[in-house]
């Protein structure tokens, strides 16, 4: 174990905040640079010591937080010092030292980190409540995160007449909608096998059409609600009202299974989130063979109808000219069955996760 007599004097954030009665005491950290850009490794340094006496198994989580929507975007759970420091062994009176770091996401405003200990029990009790959020976690460095260019906007058009849900886009109506490819989700890259969409809607219904290129179409999961998002999938999320809270997740599957699901925060309880039901309605059609490895596919095409006044926290039925959602289309491309996944998006995401609201696209009503 790595310890220190004194805690530096130039670090970037300061603290004093306590846990369990004052037995442990967080001086505060230094980030390195502290100004990163996007793409920089930060280096951050923690600074702990032991006032008291901790029982039991802790371990150390530090979790990272857009700072204008508190929403989580990542987690820096780790080791202190490397498993050689655990909580329980420190010696009185001792500054603990703790240097780990991550590579500088692009997003828009701040990052705020949060940090505290925990085990199967949950949360060591944070002392003060002015430095933590209430929930067992103790509020540290504000790291500014650059300017980027603007979110991404795809223009819907009002549908002249209905398409004809069955999955084959031959319908002329989506010649009227524009054709929008995906890139590579976490970073806006290249992808390796091409999807892309189009949004049409009308007094009723937003439409939505996927095309997919790809070799091996398959699925193992039939029913209503499985976790199709474990295998080739296609999705679109919506924040009709742009709160960065609630929101709506709909799926399918080239075997034509639908999940959907009604969010009141991000990643809020799953099951609750599913008992919501949309009532959109889907059709797929495969170029190829269906779960056959044995031959090459072309592509799958997806459309969803999905209905307008059941979704969440919508400003207005129908939607008028002008009006703007977050949202963000998805597909999930198992390049080899079940390994080798790649993500992609309309809005890249910057960060390992489909459900990162801060980063979602605009769709604009015309």
């Not at 930060?42 to 979790?63: C, E, I, P, S, T």
């Not at 002249?160 to 009227?176: E, M, Q, T, Y």
């Not at 960060?351 to 769709?363: E, I, K, S, T």
Request: some cysteine; overall charge negative; aromatic content about 10%.
């Amino acid at each position: 174990m790595r310890v220190l007599e004194t805690a530096p004097t130039n670090l970037t954030h300061t603290s004093g905040a306590t846990w369990a009665g004052g037995a442990v005491t967080y001086l505060g950290s230094l980030v390195e640079p502290a100004h990163p850009k996007a793409g920089d490794q930060v280096q951050l340094r923690h600074y702990f010591r032991a006032d008291g006496q901790v029982n039991g198994q802790w371990r150390f989580f530090m979790h990272v937080m857009d700072d204008s929507t508190r929403q989580q975007i990542g987690n820096l759970d780790h080791e202190l010092q490397q498993g050689t420091a655990p909580l329980g062994s420190w010696p009185r009176g001792k500054i603990v030292e703790d240097v780990h770091g991550f590579q500088m996401p692009q997003l828009q405003g701040s990052l705020r980190l949060f940090l505290g200990f925990w085990n199967d029990s949950g949360r060591l009790p944070v002392d003060s409540v002015a430095l933590s959020d209430g929930s067992g976690r103790v509020l540290g460095p504000k790291i500014e995160a650059p300017a980027q260019s603007p979110l991404p906007e795809y223009v819907t058009v009002r549908a002249p007449k209905a398409p004809v849900i069955d999955g084959k886009l031959d319908d002329a109506v989506w010649l009227s909608a524009k054709e929008q490819p995906l890139t590579r989700s976490f970073d806006g890259g290249p992808i390796t096998r091409k999807t892309t969409f189009r949004v049409l809607y009308d007094d009723a219904f937003v439409y939505v059409a996927f095309r997919s290129e790809d070799p091996d179409v398959w699925g193992s999961l039939r029913n209503k609600d499985d976790a199709i998002y474990n295998e080739d999938v296609c999705e679109v999320f919506f924040d009709a009202d742009g709160d960065g809270k609630t929101y709506n997740e709909l799926q399918v599957s080239p075997h034509n299974v639908n999940f959907d699901a009604s969010f009141v925060a991000r990643r809020s309880d799953l099951a609750e989130a599913m008992k919501w039901e949309s009532g959109m309605k889907t059709a797929v059609f495969v170029k190829g063979t269906l779960d056959d490895d044995s031959d090459t596919d072309e592509f799958w095409t997806a459309e969803m109808q999905i209905p307008i006044a059941n979704l969440t926290a919508v400003p207005r039925v129908p939607p008028a000219p002008g009006d703007r959602w977050r949202f963000n289309a998805y597909r999930l491309e198992h390049l080899a069955r079940r390994t080798n996944i790649e993500g992609q998006s309309f809005s890249p995401l910057l960060v390992g996760d489909f459900h990162a609201l801060p980063r979602f696209g605009w769709l604009v009503f015309q």
